[in-house]
C-alpha cells in the first residue's frame, strides 16, 4: 500500500518554530522530488519548497530564509523546520512525492497537516 504521511503541524505563535516532516512507503518506487505544498482557505495550493534526488533545491520566495528542507534518503523521509512563521503561512500543508516506474512519473500526496500561527 502506497502511503505518504505527514506530522508535525499544530498551533504556534507568531515568530514561533515548527517542524514537519514526511515519509513515504517503500512501495514508492524511483523518488526522485519530495516537497511541501500548501493551500489556505480560499486561496489555490502552493509550492512551498521542493528537493530533488540530486539535492537540488526549489523554494517560495515568501519562505526564503525561514524554512530549510531536507532530505533522508535512507528514510524515505522530507523534513522542513519552519522558523519566524508569520499569520500568513497559516495553511494546510501537504507533502508530495514523486516516483518513478521505467519513464513514467507518479505523484503521491499525503492527507495534509494544518500549520496555524497566531498573530
Known amino acids: 500500500q502506497v502511503q505518504v504521511v505527514e506530522s508535525g503541524g499544530g498551533l504556534v505563535q507568531a515568530g514561533g518554530s515548527l517542524r514537519l516532516s514526511c515519509t513515504a512507503s517503500?512501495?514508492?518506487?524511483?523518488?526522485?522530488?519530495m516537497g511541501w505544498y500548501r493551500q489556505a482557505p480560499g486561496k489555490q495550493r502552493e509550492l512551498v519548497a521542493s528537493?530533488?534526488?540530486?539535492?537540488?533545491?526549489d523554494y517560495a520566495d515568501s519562505v526564503k530564509g525561514r524554512f530549510t528542507i531536507s532530505r533522508d534518503n535512507a528514510k524515505n523521509t522530507v523534513y522542513l523546520p519552519m522558523n519566524s512563521l508569520k499569520p500568513e503561512d497559516t495553511a494546510v500543508y501537504y507533502c508530495?512525492?514523486?516516483?518513478?516506474?521505467?519513464?513514467?512519473?507518479?505523484?503521491?500526496w499525503g492527507q495534509g497537516t494544518q500549520v496555524t500561527v497566531s498573530s
Open positions: 508530495k512525492v514523486r516516483g518513478r516506474v521505467i519513464t513514467l512519473d507518479y505523484d503521491y
Open positions: 517503500r512501495t514508492i518506487f524511483g523518488i526522485s522530488t
Open positions: 528537493i530533488e534526488s540530486g539535492g537540488n533545491i
